[in-house]
C-alpha cells in the first residue's frame, strides 16, 4: 500500500441531507474533507497529469454527489463518495470525512457534527 497522499480539505457545498424536513426543504452548508493513498513516485518523477489522480475530477465527483440526490444520513453520503472515488484506477484507498456545521440538536453549541469513513479497494463492489 501506498504511503503517499493526496489532500482536498474544506470543500464546501450546499445540499438537502438531512433527516429532518427543514433539512430536505431548505438545505444547508456541508464540509467534505478527502484523503486519498495513491503511489505518487512516477509522477513526481515524470510531471505529467496523467500518473496522478486529477484534483479537479475528485472535486467534481464530491460535487456530484453532495449536490444529488438528498440522503438522511452523512454516513451515506460519506460511502458513496469514497465509493466514486475507489472507482478511479489510481486510487488506492481514501478517507472521507463529512462535516455539518449547522447540525439542528435543540440547544446544542457545537462546532460541527461530522462522520469519518476510511475504504479501500477491497471495498469497491462489496455491498
Known sequence: ?????IHLRGMTFFAYHGVNTSEKEQGQRFIVDVEMEVDLRRP??????DDTVNYSEVF???KSVM???GRNL???VAEEIARAILRQSKVESVRVAVRKPDVPIDGAILDYAAV???RDRSDVGTS
Open 44 to 49: 513526481g518523477r515524470s510531471d505529467d497529469l
Open 67 to 69: 449536490e444529488g440526490r
Open 60 to 62: 467534481h465527483t464530491v
Open 116 to 118: 469519518e469513513v476510511y
Open 74 to 76: 452523512i454516513e451515506s
Open 1 to 5: 500500500m501506498a504511503s503517499d497522499r
